[in-house]
């Protein structure tokens, strides 16, 4: 009987106690962020510093060794260098960064070697932003060019017209001096 | 024919009216679920999302209406309209005024009851004719623990009818005051314990958290409803917070007085010298207010409370309930007969009653303090974010 | 010390045939190799002899054996299974490897003594094709009962489509991709 | 000229539209479909910090009433039946977000045998949420996204 009342009681405490918790609640502000419009700072802003959101690449700092598409283990990056006038290194011919499929393991970050000798975090040619807005109506969409399609074409067409050339010169400077080889030097066989 | 006339607007008034603010109770449940988990809820839909019940109900009116090919198509159809209209007609002898109601029913509390049993045959249909385990499960459950519930509501209901000596809810009404001395929940103690029962069992007839196993989400899916969609889903939700009110409203008749506005309220003969129509309007918000407030506490339980297992249901009616409310039922017999109505004893136990009724509201307070206190939170009672 | 080692050599003692070894002595694991047809022996010994006690399956493992040739190719050596039973006793766990040939691996069942040898059976079987005679019930634990093929094979071949959805999906920058 | 082929023309239709549109859109009731980590972020993403019931978006159990179901995580093929009855349940107009790498192209399980290679081959996608897995935000962010592609649908002259 004693356990009877005791029973009666108790649930009539607990849930008393469950209640002020709740209405206590009640009164304070809720801790919500209303993220697209109603806020204060921006989210990018209060992320940590290490935080890894977009995909993002320095076009001007990249130096197309595709180092970063071979580091990519899931083939997310798909890039191509070429030969530009009037530029010592290569030059970016396109870069697409497929977003609907990368997995954000910060390999292709490690193995860039185009730093820009800041030490921000945003150091390297191939980088993370905060950003992490990007929906998409089509899978396509979700592929970013970085280099765009025309700007694309005329830069291939530039560095297969220079590759073009350099072949030929190339082939010129074998042919004269395998020519003068042949011309200088009499058959022994015993090459190197 | 006049009477009919009348008879048909008013029960449209209320349709509408009562469609309105189940309506609008579920965009304030949202809100007020929001801020208790301390989130917002809904505002984006006009001002502060007041129109989101708007939006719902046009996205439901919009949705493909599904009735599954191996369900019993015509008793599927009509459940969700059984189980709306056995939920608008309990509001039909509910005394919102001295003037403002219905129909003057002699026997106001036995239709009521009987009417709220109408919803579980409504349930009982839409669960077994959806052709759906899930529904078929809920639909038992919810007739269960309805038929279960009844006899403790029951039992607290014959308290209320032998203090006041009628089944009428005007002389319900009239046979307590103005003040909470005179409020049956205050009045002995047997009638707070009848409150209880009576308070307890609404909630498990209203499908209401911690009662609310026939359609837990996280067992059977959505219960009888897990076939409805559209319209059809919408009028069960509309039945759900139909009901709220008319819980709120029974209590608020039964054990607070009713419309009573600081003075006594005499059936249909008003007090000379004073303007009948104001002290309606006064009694008539003063009801409602007491109303919403009940349906606050609802909803408040709803959001602080885990839901039941069945057994645990069943325990708690039958081991509990029924044995308790049988005992004061008796004890409200011997009581009456020794202690006469305003007799010393009688004015005592009033008053010790409603004054511990107001330290249980101080010490809440004291606990809602000290909970803010702990947190270290700021008040911030403002409603809107 | 190990201790799990004097219960192999026990066991293997006690081993009707006498084609029974012990392997990785040293280790932390020493298994005792036995052959397919003394299995069920075996693990009633461990189940029943008091002197052993091993009450608890552990779990069944399954290995499809290969070895790379000189020219890149695979040379498929049949397929291992091991069995891990731990004593509730003194803790001590013992293992028992069988090999199974390449074509038609079967092996008896344990799923009568121990309850919980069907899933492990179950998912051996549903990954790596391994047959386990007389199971209860013995279907694809893992994948949809009508999949083709054991995927943890290493000779296993992707079907092109399951249900209509094909298997394979070409990278959507090849569609942009400029030649 | 029938009185249905008349009416798209009024402008009176485009103002039902844009009400029609105004209440789908603001009441996307999702169904949780979590299958890996992203689910995580959903359940964040209805909770406290990010709450999609701003939106006016409460989750349902059942896909009867939902207008929204979010798949989150790695789809394998013994999933994918399951995944095309629920959505095959579900009562129009329905929308889909595909939300996060797997369920938008496999992600990196694009080699396993057991994965599906993208949600789209089943089901129909209507917004595709890159992220593995996507902030909560992020999530909200393609809600409203979706939100703009419901208002912008004529529904009456399909």
């Known amino acids: 009987m004693i356990i009877y009342l005791k029973n009666i009681w108790e649930t009539y405490a607990t849930v008393f106690e469950g209640m002020a918790i709740t209405f206590s609640y009640l009164l304070q502000r809720p801790i919500t962020v209303q993220y697209p419009d109603r806020m204060k700072e921006s989210v990018p802003e209060t992320l940590p510093e290490k935080y890894r959101g977009r995909l993002m690449v320095d076009t001007e700092l990249c130096t197309a060794c595709g180092l970063c598409a071979k580091a990519c283990p899931i083939d997310v990056i798909e890039m191509k260098g070429g030969r530009a006038e009037g530029k010592k290194g290569l030059r970016l011919i396109y870069f697409n960064i497929y977003h609907g499929k990368c997995m954000y393991c910060n390999l292709c970050v490690e193995a860039c070697p185009a730093e820009d000798g800041e030490e921000d975090e945003h150091h390297t040619a191939i980088y993370f932003k905060k950003n992490f807005e990007g929906s998409s109506y089509t899978l396509n969409g979700l592929v970013e060019q970085f280099i765009p399609p025309d700007e694309a074409r005329r830069r291939l067409k530039e560095s297969e017209e220079i590759a073009a050339k350099r072949a030929a010169a190339a082939a010129e400077t074998t042919k004269n001096s395998e020519a003068k080889q042949e011309s200088d030097k009499p058959k022994d066989g015993g090459d190197v | ?385 | 010390m190990n201790f799990a080692l004097p219960l192999l050599e026990k066991l293997k003692q006690e081993m009707t045939s006498k084609t029974s070894e012990i392997i990785q002595a040293d280790s932390k694991m020493p298994i005792l190799k036995i052959e397919a047809k003394d299995i069920r022996e075996a693990v009633k010994k461990l189940h029943d002899d008091p002197a052993f006690d091993m009450k608890y399956l552990n779990c069944i493992s399954g290995l499809h054996l290969t070895q790379t040739k000189e020219d890149g190719t695979l040379d498929l050596l049949g397929f291992e299974v091991l069995y891990v039973f731990s004593s509730a006793r003194d803790f001590s766990t013992i293992a028992v490897r069988v090999d199974l040939p390449e074509k038609n691996p079967a092996i008896d069942t344990i799923d009568d003594l121990y309850g919980s040898a069907n899933w492990f059976e179950r998912e051996v079987y549903d990954l790596l094709g391994v047959n386990f005679i007389n199971s209860s019930d013995l279907r694809r634990i893992m994948l949809p009962q009508d999949w083709e093929g054991h995927p943890l094979r290493k000779d296993y071949k992707e079907q092109a489509s399951y249900n209509g959805m094909p298997t394979t999906r070409p990278n959507e920058m090849e569609s942009i991709r400029i030649e | 000229m029938s009185f249905y082929q008349e009416l798209p023309e009024n402008i009176l239709v485009t103002n039902i539209d844009q009400l029609l549109g105004w209440g789908r859109k603001h009441s996307l009731w999702y169904l949780m479909f979590g299958l890996a980590c992203c689910s995580i972020e959903l359940m964040h993403t209805g909770g406290p910090r990010a709450d999609l019931e701003r939106f006016g978006s409460a989750p349902r159990g059942t896909p009867r009433q939902s207008d929204l179901i979010i798949i989150a995580g790695t789809l394998t093929y013994k999933m994918a039946s399951r995944l095309k009855l629920l959505y095959e349940q579900m009562a129009e107009p329905r929308y889909v977000i595909s939300m996060g790498s797997c369920s938008n192209c496999g992600g990196l399980f694009d080699k396993a045998y057991s994965v599906v290679k993208g949600v789209d081959q089943i089901i129909p996608v209507d917004v595709y949420l890159p992220g593995c897995p996507p902030r909560p935000e992020a999530l909200l962010e393609s809600l409203i996204f979706l939100q703009k592609k419901i208002q912008n649908e004529k529904f009456l002259r399909k």
């Open chain 2, 1 to 385: 024919m006049i009477n009919l006339i009348y008879m048909f607007v008013f029960s449209l008034v209320y349709l509408l009216l009562l469609a309105l603010t189940a309506g609008i109770l579920t965009y304030v449940e949202r809100r007020i679920a929001g801020r208790m988990q301390s989130r917002i809820g809904p505002n984006r839909v006009g001002i502060q999302g007041i129109l989101q019940f708007i939006a719902d109900l046009i996205k439901g009116v919009q949705k493909e209406d599904i009735i599954p090919a191996d369900a019993y198509a015509f008793l599927f159809k009509i459940a969700p309209y059984l189980v709306f209209m056995g939920v608008f007609l309990t509001l039909v002898p509910i005394p919102f005024g001295a003037y403002t109601l219905m129909e003057d029913l002699d026997v106001g509390i036995y239709y009521v009851l009987a009417m709220a049993s109408y919803v579980v045959i409504g349930l009982m249909i839409g669960g077994w004719a959806s052709n759906n385990k899930w529904s078929l499960l809920g639909g038992m459950r919810s007739a269960a623990q309805k038929i279960s519930y009844e006899i403790p509501a029951a039992l607290g209901v014959f308290i209320v009818v032998i203090m006041s000596g009628s089944m009428n809810f005007q002389k319900i009404v009239a046979a307590q005051g103005a003040s909470p001395v005179d409020w049956f929940v205050f009045r002995n103690p047997f009638t707070f314990i009848a409150f209880n029962l009576f308070f307890i069992a609404s909630l498990a007839e209203g499908n209401r958290v911690p009662f609310d196993i026939p359609e837990a989400e996280s067992e059977l899916v959505s219960g009888y409803n897990t076939e409805y969609s559209g319209m059809r889903f919408l009028f069960f939700f509309l039945a759900e917070w139909g009901n709220l009110v008319v819980i709120g409203a029974l209590v608020t008749c039964m054990f607070f007085g009713g419309g009573s506005f600081w003075y006594e309220w005499k059936i249909s003969i008003p007090a000379p010298g004073r303007d009948p129509i104001v002290f309606e309007v006064l009694g008539f918000l003063w009801f409602l207010f007491k109303t919403f407030f009940f349906v606050f506490v609802i909803i408040w339980i709803r959001w602080t409370l885990p839901r039941l297992r069945i057994d645990q249901l069943m325990d708690i009616c039958w081991k509990y309930m029924v044995p308790i409310g049988l005992i004061s039922s008796l004890g409200i017999v011997i009581w009456m007969y020794f202690i006469p109505e305003n007799s010393t004893i009688d004015r005592i136990v009033r008053l010790t009653l409603t004054s511990l009724g107001a330290i249980t509201v101080l010490y809440f307070k004291y606990r809602v303090y000290k909970n803010l206190k702990i947190t270290k939170a700021t008040i911030y009672a403002n409603p809107f974010v």
